[in-house]
């Protein structure tokens, strides 16, 4: 009886901190199929059992999200009142005007110091027409998705080895680690995925896209020494200690080679965790670590920014806003997202590793932490879907063979300077090899 | 002879008659085809959350020709993909017709509910089905294969076999499609032809050769240009299996419109694409309309 009275007052308690919008309202969210989406769904059903208002999911695969988003935002009426997108994905919404800025919502809106923006992918600056922090506040991070460098623990223990530093390190632990039934490296190098995956190898090996994003100036700089020591190390490590014909491989496949104990390694999504260490899904689940991606020799580190931003667009009424920020400032908090991890997704603070204490759940938050410091977006403007598919295909050509990396690079800087001269960007000559 | 009322009557008759299925002809047809005109001649851009429309000529046409070759590795595939699919379904298809025509009772009907099975599958399934059968380290396939010692075979990763494996899964997916038509053919013909064949042929061959084949012309050929047209809209397959690489080995002409209408927002060469394909089907139409026409003729001469 005690316990039930501490229980009814604990929740009114909860119900009276978390500040709910005036009257009951129905949000409207797009939201992607994806490894962590039950995390997302079970801070749906814990919003909806601690406030009044309810929120509809609409789950769609991530090959529809783009579409659907546009659609809504473009149209007079909104259909979702908070759009869910991969940050690269948003910069088009943040750069056409479709969204609300979230300050014009609730004029007392900011985010805590503790929430990742993940290089500033919050906000957009008009004037550099690019990402920044400091710009118009457009959006929320709900899913730290960078990647991680993932690896066989039990193999490592019979082995002897320790985790990777470097790209040389890493070639080697995973020449060291291949059998015949174990492939020491998984790339993930098909067409539709190569570019977010080179992202990592390009900037660990102190190479860049653009020559200054965040200060507006997008002249090309792949086609660089560097880019190519970047390429040549991707390509190398995929000949040399994975698959063959890696230039099919796909995330879905590099989570079922990792799954399934054929691959002694791989770089993938954070969100990936989860799967790989449930029972259910994975026969390695408990063997597979995370560390921080390796970086080429006296370089820095870097990993590729995936994480997903959700923002309100401005085609829906003033009261579903206020609902739609409700929601949003409750994701963020601590507590919530201690029991998002928990749940299965990937959160964006970077306080909760004092909270995590011994829990398997929480096992890959160091680093999660080590990687979202280092991580960064390779097409930070609304030009980028086009550039990636461009100079995907070009880089997945110089996997397969049918370009060599100097071809790939050098081909991938024209038809980056092209798209973005035609675009109306002013941009130096590109670096060429 | 009619009166002038008559007359009038049978006029109104047939424009109402005719008024609904134009008005959705028009609305369906003709007005998306004009306004894929009007985009393919413009430059859209989003600014402040309204679309801002710019006529600038031909410079997306000027921009498919010069510079979108994935869309020209496209073309190059798409008709290797339908002469090679599209010869191979017909061959099966009719081959599968004349089996189920020559069996009876229980068998002819076991045979035509698997023979139309794919049909019915939806191409997700179908897509995920293969992804499945034919993949390299898990695939059924490529397990048969290691019993006989073969393999294993990257049939969606080699850039050498890729497209052929998704041609594969076409036949799979679409000789059903031939098969109903050339067996709904079949059994259309005049029994009494055949009965009085049977003086003059001596094996079933030459019954083939000289009689079945003949007067199955004008369906083989009906059958044969409605696949050559629909294989030109290939898209499930290559989505599902390849994703249109690896490099450009499966790349289609839908897919690289796919790609660049929505994934990459570029209305206006997308829409130049889509016009381009277009017009190359509606020719194709044409000629193998015209192509029909003149062998039907061929063969009533023939046979008056």
């Known amino acids: 009886m005690k316990q039930t009275k501490t229980f009814l007052l604990g929740s009114v308690a909860s119900a009276m901190l978390v500040a709910g919008p005036a009257s009951a309202e129905e949000i409207r969210i797009l939201i992607n199929q994806s490894p962590w989406l039950n995390g997302f769904v079970a801070m749906v059903e814990e919003y909806e059992d601690q406030t009044d208002n309810t929120i509809e999911l609409d789950v769609t695969p991530f090959g529809g999200m783009l579409e659907k988003t546009r659609n809504s935002v473009r149209g007079d009426d909104g259909r979702y009142d908070i759009v869910a997108l991969n940050a690269a994905g948003m910069a088009e919404f943040y750069a056409g005007g479709f969204l609300k800025p979230l300050t014009e919502i609730d004029a007392e809106f900011a985010l805590d110091e503790n929430v990742l923006t993940f290089g500033g992918s919050t906000g957009w600056n008009f004037d550099t027409n690019g990402f920044s922090a400091d710009g118009d506040l457009l959006g929320v991070p709900i899913n730290g998705n960078v990647q991680v460098l993932y690896y066989r623990t039990d193999l490592y223990d019979e082995a002897g080895l320790t985790p990777p530093e470097t790209w040389d390190d890493l070639m080697a632990n995973a020449k060291a680690l291949a059998d015949d039934n174990t492939y020491g490296f998984i790339p993930r190098a098909s067409r539709d995925s190569i570019l977010y995956n080179f992202t990592s190898y390009l900037f660990s090996h102190g190479g860049s896209f653009f020559a200054d994003p965040s200060g507006g100036d997008y002249s090309v700089t792949i086609a660089s020494p560097e880019g190519l020591k970047a390429l040549e190390t991707y390509i190398a490590l995929g000949n040399e200690a994975g698959p063959p014909n890696p230039g099919a491989i796909a995330q879905a496949e590099l989570i079922q080679l990792m799954s399934t104990g054929r691959a002694a390694h791989a770089i993938a999504v954070v969100a990936a965790y989860p799967v790989l260490n449930d029972p259910n899904s994975s026969i390695v689940a408990g063997k597979v670590g995370t560390a921080l991606i390796p970086a080429a020799e006296g370089e820095e580190h870097a990993s590729a920014a995936g994480h997903w931003v959700a923002a309100i667009p401005k085609n829906v009424t003033g009261e579903k806003q206020d609902a739609a920020l409700d929601f949003l400032n409750w994701f963020l908090s601590k507590k919530q997202q201690l029991f998002y991890v928990q749940s299965g997704g990937i959160p964006v603070r970077k306080d909760l590793s004092d909270s995590a204490g011994d829990n398997p759940s929480f096992a890959f938050l160091p680093a999660f932490s080590e990687n979202a410091s280092v991580s960064r977006m390779n097409m930070p403007l609304p030009q980028g879907s086009q550039i990636s598919d461009a100079i995907s295909l070009f880089l997945n050509q110089a996997v397969i063979g049918e370009l060599t990396p100097t071809e790939a690079l050098n081909k991938s800087a024209d038809e980056m300077h092209r798209i973005l001269t035609e675009a109306g960007y002013t941009l130096a000559e590109p670096s060429k090899l | ?304």
């Open chain 2, 1 to 304: 002879m009619a009166t002038n009322s008559t007359r009038r009557r049978n006029a109104l008759w047939r424009i109402g008659s005719l008024l609904p299925a134009s008005l959705l002809l028009v609305a369906l047809s003709i007005y998306p085809v004009f306004n894929l005109v009007g985009l393919s001649l413009s430059d859209v851009e989003w600014i402040d959350g309204r679309a801002h429309s710019e006529f600038i000529g031909f410079a997306n046409f000027d921009q498919l020709f010069r510079h979108e070759t994935v869309y020209w590795a496209g073309v190059r595939n798409t008709i290797i993909f339908a002469i090679c699919a599209v010869t191979a379904q017909m061959i099966f298809g009719f081959s599968m017709a004349l089996a189920a025509r020559r069996a009876s009772g229980v068998t002819r009907a076991v045979l035509t509910a698997v023979f139309l099975l794919p049909i019915v599958m939806p191409p997700i399934v179908i897509g995920a089905m293969w992804r499945l059968l034919l993949g390299r380290d898990f695939g059924a396939v490529n397990t048969l294969l290691g019993y006989v010692g073969i393999g294993p075979i990257d049939f969606l990763g080699n850039p050498d076999i890729a497209l052929a494996s998704v041609i594969l899964v076409d036949i799979w997916h679409w000789t059903p499609f031939v098969f109903l038509l050339m067996l709904t053919g079949l059994e259309s013909l005049d029994q009494e032809v055949f009965e009085a064949a049977k003086f003059d042929v001596r094996s079933p061959w030459q019954e083939l050769r000289y009689v079945t084949i003949p007067l199955m012309v004008p369906t083989i050929l009906i059958t044969l240009g409605l696949r050559l047209v629909l294989s030109f809209k290939v898209f499930d397959e290559v989505y599902l299996l390849t994703g249109g690489g690896p490099g450009t080995s499966t790349e289609v002409i839908n897919f690289s419109i796919y790609r660049t209408f929505f994934a990459q927002d570029r209305l206006g060469v997308g829409s130049a694409m889509s016009l381009l394909t277009l017009v190359a089907v509606a020719v194709l139409i044409v000629v193998v309309n015209l192509w029909i026409r003149k062998r039907r003729s061929k063969s009533q001469e023939a046979t008056s």
